[in-house]
């Protein structure tokens, strides 16, 4: 794995990298026009298919690539992607957001164990699966409430991501001591059962979570854009990717969910994720309004 990557600062959901371009109108409209050619490119060279995220966020990323990679245009990046995989594999990090954390909101985390996780318990095996797990964090505090509530051995989690990269990091389960504490204080807020601590033990870079953690926790490549269905889950997590798509790709996305959620299994979301405007509205019912947790009726 590469170190440059891992040092690069990522364009977070919330700020705007501060590149500033010519913002005339005139240019606004190259910029456009250089951007949906950029896409193309990526798609035909690469096979990663951004067409269907939406505009705002794809500028921010492409502009702070121009910016990481020194070069004064999007035709320019254009031609140092297509030319240099290493710079494909660098801008793909950009590209993916891998905004994350673990416990990253305390009241989704306890919606599932209050609300999820009793429903689980009827269950011989109980498959899982992360869509867009980034660096695995949301996998982790999963894979630890539920060795909490005594289902961690009737349980085969699966993670995916469309960046390779991203899953290495995942599957290592090694974090750096400040990230470490901060998670320990989102888990303490979840309310767990003991201290974080108890999960992980010392590595060179930090701390690396136990062989226990992760034996049922399945790795593996995926892209919601142009992949299918795999399994049958009682449950799915889908949290902070959505938002990324168009409305074309988001219900391209939740039909696939859908396709993949076993009746009466339980969807998770974030923020202003929903399934409420989507085509499949009617076939959940809510089960905790504010946290997203929502399950199949239909
Ligand atoms: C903001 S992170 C969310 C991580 C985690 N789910 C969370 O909520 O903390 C978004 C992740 O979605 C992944 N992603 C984006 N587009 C994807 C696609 N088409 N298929 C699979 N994963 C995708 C990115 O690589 C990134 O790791």
Known sequence: MRERNILLPQ????????????????????????????????????????????????????????????????????????????????????????????????????????????????????????????????????????????????ALIYATDMNASLLGRASAGVYSREKMKEYGENYRQAQGKGALADYYLPHEEGFIFRDELKKNIIWAQHNLVSDSSFNEFQVILCCNVLIYFDRVLQTRVHKLLYESLAPGGMLGLAGRESTRFSPYAACYEEMDAIAKWVRRIG
Not at 80 to 94: F, H, M, P, S, V
């Open 11 to 154: 364009p977070s959901e919330k700020t705007e990298i501060a590149h500033e371009l010519n913002k005339s109108p005139t240019t606004e409209t190259v910029e456009g026009i250089e951007i949906h050619l950029l896409l193309d490119g990526i798609f035909q060279r690469y096979g990663y298919d951004f067409r269907n995220y939406t505009r705002a966020a794809l500028k921010s990323r492409v502009r702070y690539c121009m910016w990481e990679e020194r070069v004064n245009s999007v035709s320019a990046l254009q031609e140092k992607i297509l030319y240099d995989a290493g710079c494909w594999e660098r801008c793909l990090y950009a590209f993916s957001v891998s905004v994350t954390s673990m416990f990253r909101d305390a009241g989704f985390y306890l919606a599932f164990k209050e609300k999820v996780v009793p429903l689980l318990c009827n269950y011989p095996l109980v498959r899982i699966w992360h869509a867009g797990c980034a660096s695995g964090e949301e996998v982790y505090s999963i894979s630890i409430l539920l060795h909490e509530a005594g289902l961690y051995e009737h």
